[in-house]
Structures are given as C-alpha cells and as structure tokens.
C-alpha cells in the first residue's frame, strides 16, 4: 500500500479533499484539537486559505494521497506576528487505515526539510500532543523534538481533561 503513495505540497485544487480528509480524522481519532464536528470551512475558504499558503514563506502544506484520495496531511503553520514570525506551529493527520506504514515519518521529514531549507526564515518549530498519543509522541521524539513542558487540563475530550505536551525544535543558529 505504501509504495503507491504519493507526497505533495497541496494545490488549491485540493480543498474539497483537504476538508474530506479532515472530517474523516475528526470522526476516527480523538487526539486531534478539532472535535467530531469537524472542519467548520467552506470549500471556498479552504480553497483560498491554500493558495495564500503557496505564496507564504511561513507555512507549508504537504499531502499524501492514494490515487486520488488525500490520506495525509502534515503543515508547518506559521505566525505572521513580527515578533512571533520565527516559529512555525506542526500539525500532521494521518487515516487510521494508514497508520504503522512509516506515512508520517516520511511527512514529518519533509516538513524539518523544508523549515531548514532557503525557502524558510522559521528558527524554531513547536507542537503541542496530547500526552496519551504514544505513537505520535514517539514519531516527534524519532525527529529530534524535545519536551518542554506537560500542560494538565491542556484539552478536554468528552469531558476528560487531559494532559498535553509541548514539544519543540529548533531550527540552525540565530
Ligand atoms: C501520529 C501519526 C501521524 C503517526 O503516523 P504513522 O504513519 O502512523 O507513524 P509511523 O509509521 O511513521 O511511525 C512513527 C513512529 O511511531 C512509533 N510507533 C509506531 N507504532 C506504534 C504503536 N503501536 N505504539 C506506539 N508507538 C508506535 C514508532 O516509534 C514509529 O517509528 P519507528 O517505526 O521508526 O520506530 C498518525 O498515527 C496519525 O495521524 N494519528 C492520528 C492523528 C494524530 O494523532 N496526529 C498527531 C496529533 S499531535
């Protein structure tokens, strides 16, 4: 199945498949921030939310897809704050039926490669996990990100406050 796969940097093209893709992770896993309701966009806004991605210097948008399906997705998301603009936020989702197969290794490769290459000025990339999400806590921990600190009650799930870790990475010298 793995071989088939294939990565991308998202067009605007894909935004009906951005928002299927997410609403099919919403309702598989709970470890993502977005709840069962899913993405709250219109294909429209995502459409418009990619091509302004594509011209930024901050943020970074990468697919995979099977055939013509999105199954992953994984974004460095930057600030546009000045004094924020240095730091790149990660999110990554994958469809459970994919899991295990080194998709998100590969995603979060390509993420640390492009933050480190001309395209970007990011000095340091943050997420935050949800502490009971071993195996994305192990795939972070694989790419060289460090814990900086557990944040109790950091999310709330059908309401059980959960613990949520800060993990960073930075990235070359300032
Ligand atoms: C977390 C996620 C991105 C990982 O992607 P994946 O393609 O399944 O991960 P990989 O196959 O590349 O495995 C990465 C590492 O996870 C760890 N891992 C794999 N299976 C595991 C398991 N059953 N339990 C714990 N850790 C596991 C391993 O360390 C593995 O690296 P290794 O094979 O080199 O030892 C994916 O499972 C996902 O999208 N989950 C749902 C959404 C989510 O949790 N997103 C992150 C929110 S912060």
């Known amino acids: 199945m793995r071989d088939t796969i294939i990565f991308r940097e998202a067009i605007p093209g894909d935004a009906q498949n951005v928002l299927k893709h997410l609403q099919r992770i ?21 459409y418009k939310e990619i091509e302004a991605i594509l011209e930024s210097d901050k943020t970074f948008l990468l697919v995979a897809l099977d055939k013509e399906e999105i199954i992953g997705m994984a974004e460095i998301h930057g600030k546009d704050q000045p004094k924020l603009n240095h730091i790149g936020d ?67 799930d059908n309401g059980v406050y959960l613990d949520v870790c800060l993990m960073s990475m930075m990235i070359g010298e300032i």
């Open 26 to 46: 919403a309702s598989e896993t709970g470890f993502m921030t977005m709840g069962a309701e899913g993405p709250s966009k219109t294909i429209e806004a995502e």
């Open 90 to 156: 990660i999110s990554i989702s994958i469809a459970q039926e994919y899991w295990g197969l080194r998709l998100g290794t590969t995603m979060m490769e390509k993420l640390i490669e492009w933050a480190k290459g001309p395209s970007s000025n990011l000095k340091r990339l943050e997420l935050t996990v949800q502490a009971r999400n071993e195996r994305a806590r192990r795939l972070y921990e694989k790419m060289g990100f460090e814990l900086e600190a557990i944040m109790p009650r950091g999310v709330k």
